[in-house]
């Protein structure tokens, strides 16, 4: 195997592993289909909601619980028990905002856009 391939191979397994953390889908190509907000704990998808349907959503982990609010076809952690508050001030998701999961490190949760 050439240096290079080696290098390649890293890469990727990189990506996947920090994939396989956040649990979203890469957004590759265009997108097709309806637009939902996916909701990951410890990399497994736990609930997908449309963007056009408000709705609260408690995501309860073993490490703390994230409450998910979606109004006006915005998605947004508004209230955590988490030490830091990343997540609660990441801003909102939208239908079309999948390259910016909203991630909650402590609690191991990721919210982001996803199309089914
Ligand atoms: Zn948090």
């Known amino acids: 195997m ?4 080696i290098i390649a191979l890293t890469a990727m397994a990189v990506v996947a592993a920090a994939l396989a953390v956040v649990g979203c889908a890469l957004p590759i190509g265009h997108h097709t289909g309806r637009a ?3 909701v990951y704990v410890d990399g497994k998808r736990v609930a997908a909601f449309p963007f056009d349907a408000d709705r609260e959503y408690e995501i309860i982990t073993e490490n703390g619980t994230n409450l998910l609010v979606i109004s006006d076809g915005k998605a947004y952690i508004a209230e955590s028990d988490c030490k830091n508050l990343v ?3 990441s801003g909102y998701l939208t ?3 999948s390259i ?6 402590p609690h191991k949760v990721t919210v982001c856009t996803e199309y089914e």
């Open 2 to 5: 050439k240096k290079r391939d």
């Open 36 to 38: 939902v907000c996916a």
């Open 87 to 89: 997540c609660v001030h």
């Open 95 to 97: 239908a079309d905002s």
């Open 100 to 105: 910016k999961p909203i991630v909650c490190k």
